[in-house]
């Protein structure tokens, strides 16, 4: 093929995907807007005392608010920005983001990008026998715009693409992330119960997912722990039930181990071969620790023999800035062991601080023990076990200043660049020991409303 008929096909490749860009944040900047006219009786994202009084129960007190992915809790001092309106009696709620990103990784096995992440999802709240009924949906539109292989994304491992492991790229998530019901009901004054049910939901395991935190909400790019971490947050069958006080939960949960396929549109075969137990407690307004272990039954399709063991531990805290902001910070740990390997360690440490109304920055640190296999780095001409382990690890920095503020959402332009380090071994295959990934975005999502946990009739409201 001669070099300007590549040039043509390479420019409508990124046209088209720019297009598909565009497309995802127009949705998303329509759906933010249309929501300010259903949305009788709120001021600035906050609802009046007088549609208070339809909302749902809250059982013992915990609002929902708190939820962070799946049954998961997050702080009640700090926001995830969301949109709430009541449709008859049933208390609604939307949030999500869009990104359309340019992103870039530089080194012997980095590629460049043009694309979007995306993700909504839409909650239903309604009063039902004493307790609190909640459908879910959460949806991501990444296979189309990011394509089924993911973006680049130096270091990362996991799931599979054409029948191969995915290296040094983040799959997409599954346009079905969430479909599931919850019910929440007081046993006593002190008790509650809560039953969790999802096609694709998200088990008992792990911290909140990343893409849920407060800590992590502007940052586009998934962890690089994500598979030692929060990966099962998109499962295809689980069943959850927990005990709950107003300060703590007590979880446990049968679901499908099985990472899912490479068609993103479906849901996959459901099973229930796999189990975890999660114990939450949120001491305070300000802080929301979790631990958790889970056994995952085949969990990678090309070793459908091997079983994992998955132990996590998270500690989230976050507080108001001013009278605009917010700064929540994230620490996790997240070990991966079968029966033919020990345990494989990851560590993460993010924090976001969003200054004021305009301005919000962030960083991540993480540190993974990845194998040979995981990195692919076991084939000729590299003379790797496939079960050797390298500590890699990776320190990235951000900021966005919003744009526009439009209906009930807000557009917002920022950047992050990476430093990875990998060992000496890896040198040769990154072409450096400290290969850098860089990105640079615009992205669309809700304004926020009133802080969580805000006591009713207070002041300290969010634009």
Do not use: C
Request: hydrophobic share 40%; net charge positive; charged share 15%.
């Amino acid at each position: 093929m001669s070099p300007f008929i590549r040039k043509r096909l390479s420019r409508r490749r990124g046209a088209l995907v720019l297009r598909r860009s565009a497309a995802t944040l127009t949705l998303s900047i329509v759906a933010a807007t249309s929501l300010r006219a259903q949305m009788p009786g709120m001021s600035g994202g906050r609802m009046a005392q007088g549609d208070s009084m339809a909302m749902s129960p809250a059982p013992l007190g915990v609002p929902m608010d708190r939820a962070g992915s799946g049954t998961t809790w997050i702080p009640d001092a700090v926001t995830l920005p969301s949109r709430h309106f009541m449709a008859g009696s049933w208390d609604m709620m939307l949030h999500g983001f869009a990104f359309g990103q340019f992103d870039t990784q530089s080194g012997a096995r980095g590629k460049s990008q043009l694309g979007s992440l995306n993700w909504t999802m839409f909650m239903a709240s309604h009063a039902l026998a004493g307790g609190r009924f909640q459908p879910r949906v959460m949806l991501s539109l990444d296979p189309w715009t990011v394509t089924p292989r993911g973006y680049p994304l130096l270091l990362q491992t996991g799931e599979m693409f054409r029948g191969e492991p995915l290296h040094d790229r983040q799959h997409p998530h599954d346009f079905l992330m969430e479909v599931g019901v919850s019910y929440e009901r007081a046993l006593t004054r002190a008790l509650g119960v809560q039953l969790y049910a999802a096609p694709s939901g998200e088990p008992a395991l792990g911290p909140v997912a990343f893409m849920h935190r407060p800590s992590a909400m502007d940052n586009p790019v998934a962890p690089l722990g994500h598979h030692w971490q929060d990966a099962t947050h998109v499962s295809f069958g689980v069943l959850t039930a927990g005990l709950f006080s107003p300060r703590w939960k007590l979880e446990a949960s049968a679901f499908n181990g099985r990472e899912p396929d490479e068609n993103r549109w479906n849901i996959d075969p459901i099973t229930l071969d796999s189990y975890s137990g999660r114990f939450t407690a949120n001491p305070s307004r300000s802080w929301s620790l979790s631990a958790a272990y889970g056994h995952l039954a085949s969990p990678e399709a090309n070793e459908p023999g091997h079983s994992l063991h998955r132990v996590t531990a998270s500690v989230m805290h976050g507080r108001a800035v001013g009278s605009t902001g917010q700064w929540s910070t994230t620490l996790v740990y997240g070990g991966n062991k079968s029966s033919e390997s020990p345990i494989a360690n990851s560590w993460l440490a993010e924090s976001e601080l969003v200054l004021d109304a305009k301005n919000t920055v962030f960083a991540r640190a993480e540190l993974i023990a990845k194998s040979a296999a995981d990195l692919v780095v076991d084939t000729a001409p590299f003379s790797f076990a496939s079960d050797r382990r390298f500590d890699v690890g990776a320190f990235t920095v951000g900021a966005i200043r919003e744009l526009l503020a439009f209906g009930s959402g807000t557009l917002g332009v920022g950047a992050s660049g990476t430093l990875n380090v990998v060992p000496a071994a890896l040198r040769d295959v990154y072409g450096s020991r400290t290969p850098l990934g860089a990105m640079v975005f615009v992205r669309v999502r809700p304004s926020a409303g009133g802080v969580h946990g805000a006591e009713p009739g207070g002041t300290h409201g969010r634009s």
